[in-house]
């Protein structure tokens, strides 16, 4: 069972809610005397069921949420790296570092997950409209995108680090 929602949940912990889940609902069934015919079948599609009802539930990620951890190990939302329009000029060096180092993660991506990013975190369209658009299943958008959301943080964190041991203390 734990192999069975691991193949298709990233998140350990979530597996291990789902599979707690799973058994409390068996135990709950189990209390009511309710019937079941054959267990294994029955087990199998409440864990499908559970990992259905997490995915609808959660919210797509949003890039200007993504954290970059600092020295101090404080977390730091993206946005908040961008300069405002009275910057000094170390953040507007960041800014335009930052924004650069963003332009060069995006022109790594695959044209289909860069497509997905852009037309979402940019334009601010609907993954629905997306799929509309293109005639993509709205879950295909949403992993795209969350694959170019986790290769941006990546990079972005890496920018980051290097900024952070090449300015003088």
């Known amino acids: 069972m734990h192999r069975f929602i691991r193949r298709r949940v990233p998140n350990a912990q979530e597996v291990e809610d789902i599979l707690q889940d799973v058994f409390a609902e068996l135990v709950e069934t189990n209390r009511r005397l309710m019937p079941i015919d054959h267990v294994t079948g029955w ?34 939302r993206m946005e908040d790296l961008v300069a405002s329009g009275d ?47 293109t005639g993509d299943n709205v879950n295909t958008l949403l992993s795209r995108k969350r694959y170019a959301v986790i290769h941006l943080r990546e990079h972005l964190q890496r920018a980051f680090d290097e900024l952070r041991r090449a300015r003088p203390r």
């Open 43 to 76: 087990l199998f599609r409440v864990a499908r069921n559970r990992i259905i009802d997490r995915f609808r539930r959660k919210e797509p990620e949003r890039f200007g949420d993504a954290r970059i951890e600092t020295d101090d190990g404080e977390l730091v």
């Open 87 to 133: 910057a000094d000029p170390e953040s507007l060096y960041v800014q335009e570092m930052l924004s650069r180092e963003l332009a060069r993660a995006l022109g790594e991506l695959p044209e289909e997950q860069r497509r997905v990013f852009v037309a979402h975190e940019i334009e601010g369209r609907s993954f629905k409209q997306l799929a509309a658009e």
